[in-house]
């Protein structure tokens, strides 16, 4: 759950998305789901030399099962927040198991 509400903040910024078929696109993410599920406006293909067929696409619903990584911008990650976050569902984790 820590990552959805982490790609929660991230609406209204830039992303890259890799997908499994080794296409990335890059747009702005406007929404994002509990199941990596996103939805991108001004999208683009990084690569339209070799998808010159997506190039005309500009506002991208993907699946989250497709998805291999999404790139961020350096400056849209607050690594102070992430691990506290972290280190709070590692305590929850061990807390439970005992």
Known sequence: ???F???KTLVDHEITVELKNEICIRGTLKSVD???NMKLDN???VEDVR???LVSTKDLFIRGSVVRYVHLPS???DTQLLEDAT???A???KNKAK
């Open 91 to 93: 305590e929850a984790a």
């Open 51 to 53: 998808w010159p067929h």
């Open 1 to 3: 759950m820590l990552f």
């Open 43 to 45: 999208a683009g293909v």
């Open 34 to 36: 509990q199941f990596l």
């Open 5 to 7: 509400s982490f790609f």
């Open 75 to 77: 400056s849209a990650v």
């Open 87 to 89: 280190r709070r569902e």
